[in-house]
């Protein structure tokens, strides 16, 4: 029997899972975690969302199976200085795409990236950028990600 899987924009009473779902999502792909650490940074994750997810500066899709949340996907709504080929300025950021491992390989982060992108079209949102991990790379690709033209330099301060 197939599990059904339905999906839902986030909103402010969904804070726990959105920060449960970050969580975990690090917990995979970043190392360092302390018990320290997890609690401070539960704690940052769930101010942003509940300034972020109210304002429209994060939209944010979950999966759910049987009542319990199965991925989801945030993209963060950026405001940059105008230019010729953004006149509106806004550019997203994909972030935290992750679907538990029980449910992989069913096409849901596929499903949250398509809706992602309508809402893109829906704000006028020409540029999308994300960093990809080595098991979604070929899932952006496909939707056709490409790595950028200019050279991307990062400054890190601490």
């Known amino acids: 029997m197939k599990t059904t899987i339905t999906f839902k924009r986030a909103n402010e009473t969904d804070l726990e899972t959105l920060v449960d779902q970050r969580i975990a999502f690090l917990k995979e792909y970043q190392s360092g975690a302390t018990p320290e650490k997890e609690l401070d940074l539960r704690r940052a994750v769930k101010e942003y969302y509940a300034e972020a997810i109210p304002s429209r500066h994060c939209i944010y899709w979950l999966a759910e199976s049987e009542g319990k949340s199965v991925g989801g996907a945030g993209m963060a709504i950026r405001r940059h200085a105008p230019q010729y080929v953004l006149i509106n ?56 990600f490409k790595p950028p033209k200019d050279i991307y330099l990062e400054w890190a301060n601490g």
């Open 89 to 144: 300025g806004l550019t997203a950021y994909v972030f935290n795409v992750y679907t538990c491992p029980e449910f992989r390989g069913q096409g849901i982060a596929k499903e949250i990236m398509r809706r992602l992108m309508e809402e893109t079209k829906r704000l006028e949102i020409r540029r999308v950028e994300l960093h990809a991990t080595e098991m979604g790379r070929p899932l952006y690709e496909k939707l056709g």
